[in-house]
């Protein structure tokens, strides 16, 4: 939208990806606003809207999802981009729509980034087949990690101690001037290795309606955690099986979630495992027989894994890892969001930047707050299951 | 169904239609169903068997329990026999006896594929005579599904191991045909970790009442088996012990319920061979696991709103519930 933004884009590397009759500008942000985002933005540029979509919807063969990437604290991303899921969903019901969602982290620079998370959450919850909840924290400390890992590679093959201290500090520092990239990096990773079975062959394809048949048991409960491994390149060509079960294991701790959330100790509903590379299904098979007694599963679906493989590693790499989880361990999350909302709500701080506009009143914010209860009580309604004897249901008898 | 015509049109005889599919997936699942239906309808007077691939145990696909039961209540009903191939038992095949160690889906695809070949390769009409079966999978069917309410086939082949194993061993048809009785009676899957401790009961009395299922069903009673061999010295091959009347249900007299199949031609590598296909109590268990694990899904409603989008309602499944624990109960009282 904010033409300085998107001019940046169109000089910068990846000019080219973007089809330039696609791009939609206006002269000012939303200034971390969502209801301009959303009411003023969205009903200004609707029509312009509409008619890009349409035409390029038109060149598809078989359209199969739209990708939403936005971020939830400001006023653009969230607004104008909730806004467009309400359209999609109008225009085209029977395509899948995920969402790629940065949530706001615990120090964000946004103040209102809770009003606007939450009213966006409320678009969210009714209109998006399937959601990534993504937060910069998480991708922070993967960065972090990494550079923890690079640099002690590199000073195993140092020779002289003394420029040690210094050659390390000085790579750091380099990292750290644009984390952005990197933290970007990781999330473009993810979108490629969830569309890689749709892009190459493999013996067990996945398409991506299988990702929201599989991994959303109820309409509502359609939050995935996802993980990326590895991480670094791996510079071996003959990787020892060790790495590879390390990868799977790594999957699924909670340094790997591109999210702060533990699967291990919350109850999954589901999880899918998308591999890319060399990988044989006795390999997967092996890897989700050693890792399923760590981890807890509703008592209905206690094999609730859907497998994939794609035999297209990702560039430098010789295999790698998606997994997604449907898990109880993105309740402390929306907790956490519902938590600063009501500390700003309480106060009425800065309402009425929003409600100035026209269409929003404070029943929108109550509704909103309300749709993130029920969905928190969902959840907790499933943890309470954890506790409770599994038994199995009487079945239907029949007459002999 | 315009492919299908054209076909069906090239062939001076159609024996019928032999259907691959899985049961897990949404492809093979839905529309080889959808497909076998179709061909119900039209060619009603050909047979139909459906090969089909029964998912891993441990998950590849999240609703594959609701898809296996929805695929088999309506094949059950639209089939004449049902082929069935474990994915879970062509692993180990793979694992435990052909010694492969990263194991891929050709090298699954390949047993599954020696499997299909040993019982369908051409074979002598009748014994001493030169002329081969014009319809296998005719004969097939008219041999192993006397009842239309038992339709589940399963596929045992002996011997099976890798090509570097084989240059060390030496079969006897005595040998062979006695492992093959045992899997057969012990129901196991492959010829390594047979239970030789199972034997058939002592008096063919019928059971009163339901077998309860958390008993442990040791012995595999068969409905019917057809035994085919291939190789040296085929002809000296003492078959009694498939013909006692132990292995078989009452209403069935062996003479009926057991068939053989012979050539002098070697199958694959092996110099002697035996595939035994039997409609036998063998997919019970897996059976009823796979119904319990839909129920208790069905039960708390999970994914239910992914099948009433495309037009599944809750009575359907149901209905599939119901005729799947029919089939169940009637294996069970075999």
Redesign the interface.
Known sequence: MEEGVVNEILQGPLRDVFDSKQLITDISGSGNNWAVGHKVFGRLYQEQILEKLRKSAEHCDCLQCFFIIHSMGGGTGSGLGTFLLKVLEDEFPEVYRFVTSVYPSGEDDVITSPYNSILAMKELNEHADCVLPIDNQSLFDIISKIDLMVNSGKLGTTIKPKSLVTSSAGALKKQHQKPFDAMNNIVANLLLNLTSSARFEGSLNMDLNEISMNLVPFPQLHYLVSSLTPLYTLADVNIPTRRLDQMFSDAFSKDHQLIRADPKHSLYLACALMVRGNVQVSDLRRNIERLKPSLQFISWNQEGWKTSLCSVPPVGHSHSLLALANNTCVKPTFMELRERFMRLYKKKAHLHHYLQIEGMEESCFMEAVSSLSTLIEEYNQLDATRSMPVEDLPRLSVAV | MNLIQKEVEKCDCLSGFFIIMSMAG?TGSGLGAFVTQNLQDHYSNSLKMNQIIWP????????QNYNSILTLSHLYRSSDALLVHENDAV?KI??KLMN???????D?NQVLAHQLGSVFQPTYSMEGSYHYRRNPLGELMENLVPHPEFKMLGIRNIPQMSENSLAYSTFTWAGLLKHLRQMLISNSKMEEGIDWQVRPPLSRLPTLG?VSLNRELHFNTSIANLVILRGKDVHSADLGGFKDPALYTSWLAPVNAFNVWKTQRAFSKYEKSAALVSNSQFLLKPLDTI???A???F?????I??YTKFGIEEEDFLDS??LL??VV??YC?L
């Not at chain 2, 891993?56 to 609703?63: A, F, L, N, P, R």
């Not at chain 2, 039960?299 to 994914?303: D, L, V």
Request: with cysteine; aromatic share 12%.
């Open positions: 949404g891993y145990g441990t998950g590849e696909v999240i609703v692993h793979c694992a492969i160690k990263q194991i891929s889906f050709s699954i339901k119904v319990g694990k129920w208790n899904m039960a708390s409603k999970a994914y709103h992914q519930f119901t624990e029919q109960a009637s009282n």
